[in-house]
């Protein structure tokens, strides 16, 4: 007979290292996987995880990636600390992107250094506005905001797809699904010459550090961990429960809509269908392995970035294709959920023989 | 044929509470049996080994002089024994045939036959095929009841079967169990309702504190005299001196409190009025799960009732949350001290700022004030001597008494009018149970006020000036407690009444 027990005791500094645990699985998973593909193992995850970022070129790419990865995190952490499952941050992004790029495309034929902040600040707002949907459904109505989330990361999606090829599409652009380019004054301003990446990190940064405060700093903060521990004491202590809610699914959403804006202010420069290879989904795994903690986060959103750049390396150099960056992240998340359990229960053998004797 | 089962020197130890003292018991079919007993008599304890879900430390179990081993509910199925728990282990979402199937060893075409018998035997009137969460709660008892029948019961036992039904639905279950009693299932009842025994039961055992304390014919009981050993004749009071409080402000009045749930584990609360005077302790008695859940929630502020008015000192305060209320010096301590009143992952001085008043300054400009918090908290552990000054500890770490102490502290250090409780002492050893006794008379000493919900007969006569009792949602009228007695209260806690 097997019997799961709780432990009692868990140390914190095996709670922050179980994650290298889970990334090291992952690579050995990935390298068993590769050798049943027929590749040498050691060579295809030198092209995943040590090729990409072997260059000035490719380190900015990563941060790049990390970048919108990081902020939604960084929101989602809000949520879920506080035992809010917002899993929509994709429709958040995208709806974000959507009115940033609607304000954008408003001045596509004009400069001015006021127009960028404008365009951040509609992204955030739009992102805000789209994450209100399921928060003021569950609070008024107790709809289950996994579900409305989820389903409106479609809606958002669509309203994009209709946007590009109807209204907003491009007078200029032959029916592409594509709107304008923006105007240099809606871009975000590059780092590097030459490289990809740009300003959108410190949003990123600014983010982090944000957070950090609030969560560990403010009363909000304690509201929300208490609450995510126990809505019952949450209750017995008076929280405002329902502003709780609305409070941080705003922040979840304007971190969503900040990345959305980022990505289409910085590389992409105009808005078409694909804006996101769904970082909004992926963030939750990034916001796991981080243990939702501020700096966690920034370490696991570097990892994370490197399983989409090592996909695109492998499917350059070896032919293999890129979707392999899912299958990795989601090992991550799998190993990452199998070594707490581990941490949380000991699972004991019990002999049933033996057990028999002694009653 | 007829089935005899004997309990013989069942002793079963917790730490620090014999659940079971030496039990023995004799049963034989043909008759309906009632095990009656307060909260903590051992009732449950000695069903759960009978059911196989824990084991005695020490005792036998025989069914027709075999002896038993219930090691798990697999063997007491095995050996027929059925058990209808208070809360069913139903699928809400699958069909009753989909729920009844699941541990059915023969295929569905014969076991829907078989239920069908059944059903018609007994003139159950349910639709197999629709969802369980579409069942009354009668209805989900009954195919409780099936489950157990389908497996030819020898013993059949239940578990409070009645806390969930209505009037209609507990006289449909007593003629079921008297014509199941009639076929030969020996029946074991376990109640606090004390009509119950009376009116269904041929036989009763009364438990307290672990121990039979008599078996008797109920054809020679009354509700009286079963009170009387249920509840025991209690110790006389050691209580502080009576407070005169004829002519003392009201200090607390409730009208018209009124609450209805959907949720059938829920107790509907109806038309409680009631008021505390300066200095005063009001206890509310009752057998647990009578309402004293909903009615702390409610004077909490934790649920909201439309149309109820609850005064304190001079203000109405119905409509305002836990953390308004305190600041008009009310404090509160919850049943469930260990996920509710405190988060057991959450350090000490953590904890301490989950009540946080105006003046507490724990939380400034919405700022923590994490200085503040541990000074204050440091202040609780020594005033409240609790048994460790490290305000950083994770408050999982405490003992039950400890952290009660701290919890008590906590609510008491801002000097509130009013504190209300619930259940304070359960589940702690002598010495704590002392101190936090001597605690709350101490605040009646300085003419604050309290209202104390508990199980506990012996601590409401100890502490209260007036005494009412919770039954059913109902509140009985409100006694100085030099007029009560034990076996008033026991008659009134099992749905009895007096006068």
Redesign the interface.
Known sequence: MIKIEKRNDVPMALYFFTPFIAIILTILGGGIIFYILGFNPIEALKFYFITPISNLYGFSELLLKATPLCLIAIGLSFCFKSNNWNIGAEGQLTFGAIVGGGVALLFYNQEGFYILPLVIIAGAIGGMIFALIPAILKTYFNTNEILVSLMLVYVSKLLLDYLVVGPWSNPEGFNFPETRQFSDSSRMPLLFEGLRIHAGIFLALAAVMLSWFIL???????QI??SG??L??A??????GKTMILVVFMISGACAGLAGVGEITGPIGQLHRMISPDYGFTAIIVAFLGRLNPFGIIFASLVVALTYLGAETAQIFLQIPKYTGQVFQGMILFFLLASDYLLFFKVKILNLKKN?LR? | MATDLRISNISKIYPGCIANDNVSLQFKSGKIYALLGENGAGKSTLVKILSGVI?PDNGEVFLNEKNL?L?SPLDAKKNKIGMVFQHFNLFETLSVFENLSIDATEDNKSLRVRINEILKKYNFSIDLDVPVLNLSAGQKQKVEIIRCLLRSPKVLIMDEPTSVLTEQETEELFISLKKFCDEGILIIYITHKLKEVLSLCDEVAVMRKGKVVSVSQTQNERVETLANKMVGQKLAKIKKKINVSKNKDEIFKVKHLNFYSDDPFETNLVNLNFSVKKGECLGIAGISGNGQNELFQIL???IITPDTSIIFRNKEIAKL??????EYLMA?S?E?RI?????P??KIY?NV????FKSSNF?EK???NEKKIKEHSKKILSDFSVNTDNVELKSQFLSGGNLQKLILGRELITAPELLICYNPTWGLDVGAINYIHETLIKINDQEKSTILISTDTEELLKLSDKIAVIYKGKLSKIMPSEEVTPEKLGVLMGGGSID
């Open positions: 560990y700093k403010t009363y909000l903060g304690f961990k208490v521990l126990s019952k004491t209750k017995y202590a008076g929280f405002k028999e009653h | 084991s081993k090691s909490s502020g934790e949350n836990p953390k308004q209320r305190r509160f919850p469930d996920s509710q009143a405190a988060v992952e959450l953590e700022a989950l009540n946080n939380f919405g700022l923590v």
